[in-house]
């Protein structure tokens, strides 16, 4: 479970960020579409906190 939120709220985003700044696709939708994705994850993470210690 603590490795699941890790993954997904925290090392999935630095990678989109890196996949984003170290592998831009060629054309204009592709890398519009990367920093969409990117920026919906980051927006989201950062809007319900990083919960890498559940609450219970």
Known sequence: MI???ILAQIILP???ILWLAS???PNLLGVSLQTL???I???A???ME???F???
Do not use: E, M, Q
């Open 3 to 5: 490795i699941s939120l």
């Open 14 to 16: 630095f990678a989109l």
């Open 23 to 25: 592998a831009p696709l």
């Open 37 to 39: 994705v990117t920026a």
């Open 41 to 43: 994850s980051l927006l």
């Open 45 to 47: 993470i950062a809007r």
């Open 50 to 52: 990083v919960w890498i």
């Open 54 to 56: 559940p609450p219970w």
